[in-house]
């Protein structure tokens, strides 16, 4: 496992990092305004016409374009557990909104040579929602598509970096020891390719388990993953296992823990259940008790769950724009928000200042591209000290502590992967840091 | 139609209204304590142990004992829509408790002969919670089982006097006349039972049909209705209809509309039809924007939804006891709540004072035993002019407006229907009322 201290490595890491660019021809010719869910007209009128039903399973409800309504929606699909912001009032965001200029500001999306202002780069990037604070202010705030500032959006695998967070505050407080193996918590997990890995290589993702993530691949190991997890009745005559927590049973080990980054999401999942089995609850009572219910959010948010109720800790979160926003904040500002402190990297834990969010590029493990990945968040070892969350379809928490910017982005980006994406966020995300620098 | 004004009917009106009182030898055994979902177990452990398990649908999740975990849980096991709060801070009620002397009232159960106290009525009613406020404040308030105050409690049917008021709404400002034909209205029902019923006989549940929600036959029209309902996939080779919207049409009339009173819950799917088809709004989204973002709501509540995201109008609501509490105080005061009138029966409509909700006991249609049924709303007819939402296996907000009463109760008592838990319910609420006329 190799660690590296800061250095500058652009904004390529990240673009790179992340597998194919392509994207199918089919998917290329829709823009987002033409694909936005309203004039596709996906679930309007009473009933909804058969050919603008978005149903579970049989309609491909993630595919796109469908993919851009169902990413507000999927409690009206699949079971879910709230994530509680408990019953006080909402601790409104304050604004110095400077919209005009910051839809002004031009980059140079990666690999190309024209300029594109942040205005432009919006629909390029299927945005459905983006919320920009500075020095804890609201200086832009969008919203597109299925989304308006009280609906909620699909968080996708930014999702992991909450259950990571999560494993933090429980180290911090010596109720976690991250160099602990798998096994001595879960026992039920000795025999699968994660009992002899410690706590800290699954937080960082540098077990080394035989499970292919390819989706383009159908007989990858995500999809047998996908069926176990499924809250929906299994089919006819399945055997296999049922759940997340039977299914991570059966992940065989490939190699040795600790060398090498792979980005596997069943890994958030044994974190999630780490997670509950040391603190005895759920990832969504646990992220309610110690953050929702805390940082003055203005929604609920939720988590998608298995047939046997267990949130996916993996991908499952639905949230608010600006409840992203002020997660954001609570990464920016070492776990204070709204003059509380709702968690520490420092001070009462076994692990004093070892893991402070603002410094996640001090620790971090190498991505054969040259990006990192730090209990659960991505670390781009830019000259900001960035840091970030992310999820497919380009979504997004991304932190500037050198330009004091939150950054969130929801979006419903034809393809999966963020390599498309990157080329015309990460630039755009540094031009708006640069900006807010001088201001 | 028989219609009548106020009279003195008694408190055995519903009970006697509402079928069978016997319930299954072995749903007796089990008392409020010893099936407390907790003391139960259900759910608990990461993973809940095998017998622990309630899931959707191969374990009977809605069979009592299960029962008692899942009304507060059905989000977890089913599809759901938001009924937004919107994004303000929550109005707190006005707390003036009194609990000590309202647990010691006492009060004779209907056919029986031993007085119980109120507070020995609780657990003989398998009560979750329950909230009596009396002139706007707060005198009682408790949480037992699965419920807490942030929590949220399957309203079961209570939700068809939701529907019903929001019809009411509609009907107060001139968007919808009772008087029209259904199929006016839904072209889609001209051939069905529904057809040339009028809306206000739809309202009022005096439409003729030929469906038997008679839930101990198992070829009773109700489980067509459940399976045509289901938001989970349907059986293979099913060829019925799917959703509401296609099942409502599939049903048939069965003598005149107008003449009698029949509790069927398909017509208040078609109200939420009605109501959505009138209103351009879906049911969640109606009820959010009139009500629920209005009223100082302290939690979101949801409904569930068929496969085709179609809120079930007539019994899919979960939500906070004090959100109901809110709905009582809007009905007892005429649509006033904080100092805000969020709706009127007088006025600005075609129907100037047609409908207040204080003295829906002035309109009403006769139940044969004697109670009767107004907008979806229960009317007693007894010398308090109360009046009530109700559901199955206990559900009520009951509206004493002589007493300035409202009383929130949701419970989960093993039987479903109302007839073996009013005995120690209806002359409870009366003689906390009596108390509460004398302060």
């Known amino acids: 496992m190799s660690r590296f201290s800061c250095r500058l490595a652009g904004l390529a890491v990240l673009a790179l990092a992340l597998l194919p660019a392509s994207l199918p021809a089919n ?59 408990g019953l006080g009032a909402p601790e409104p965001l304050d604004y110095a909104l400077d919209e005009e200029a910051i839809d002004a500001l ?3 999306p990666l690999g190309r040579e024209r300029e594109m202002t942040w205005q432009q780069s919006l629909s390029a990037n299927y945005t459905d929602g983006v919320l920009i604070l500075h020095r804890g202010k609201v200086v832009y705030e969008r919203y597109f598509g299925c989304l308006d500032e009280a609906g909620k959006h699909g968080a996708m695998s930014m999702t992991k970096s909450l259950t990571g967070l999560l494993a933090e505050i429980l180290v911090a407080e010596g109720k976690l020891d991250d160099q602990t193996l798998v096994a001595t918590i879960i026992p039920e997990l000795a025999d699968s390719g994660f009992g002899d890995a410690t706590v800290r290589q699954v937080m960082d993702m540098t077990t080394a388990l035989s499970f292919s ?18 809250p929906l009745p299994k089919p006819e005559g399945y055997e296999g296992p049922d759940g997340y927590f039977e299914y991570l049973q059966t992940v065989e080990a490939s190699g040795a823990h600790g060398e090498a980054f792979g980005y596997r999401t069943v890994n958030s999942d044994v974190l999630g259940w ?39 800790a993996g991908g499952g979160l639905s949230a608010g724009l600006r409840d992203l926003g002020r997660i954001g904040l609570l990464m920016l500002n070492e776990g204070t928000i709204n003059g509380r402190r709702l968690f520490s990297g420092t001070g009462r834990g076994r692990h004093p200042g070892r893991w402070r969010p603002s410094r996640l590029c001090q620790g971090g493990v190498h991505d054969p591209a040259g990006g990192s990945y730090r209990s659960m968040w991505w670390v781009l070892h830019n000259e900001h000290g960035a840091f970030a969350a992310r999820g497919v379809h380009g979504q997004t928490i991304y ?5 004091a910017m939150v950054l969130v982005r929801f979006a419903s980006f034809p393809a999966a992967k963020n390599a498309p994406i990157d080329p015309t966020s990460l630039p755009a995300y540094q031009a708006v840091a640069d900006y807010l620098r001088t201001k």
Chains 1, 2 share one sequence.
């Open 106 to 108: 031009t980059f140079t």
């Open 274 to 312: 780490i997670v509950s089995r040391v603190s005895g609850k759920e990832v969504t009572e646990l992220l309610s008790e110690r953050i929702w219910s805390r940082m003055g959010a203005e929604q609920d948010a939720y988590m998608t769950v298995d047939a046997k109720g267990t949130p996916f």
């Open 213 to 230: 993530e390819d989706y383009s691949d159908p007989t990858a190991d995500i999809w047998t993953y996908s069926v176990a997890a499924s």
């Open 399 to 403: 932190v500037d502590p050198s330009a």
């Open 27 to 85: 998917e290329r010719v829709i823009s987002a305004e033409a694909s936005d869910p309203q004039t596709m007209g996906w679930m309007e009128g009473f009933p909804p016409p058969a050919d603008k039903l978005v149903m579970q399973p049989e309609s491909d409800f993630f595919g796109f374009p469908k993919l851009r309504w169902t990413v507000c929606h999927l409690r009206e699909l699949l079971p879910t557990e709230v994530v509680s912001r």
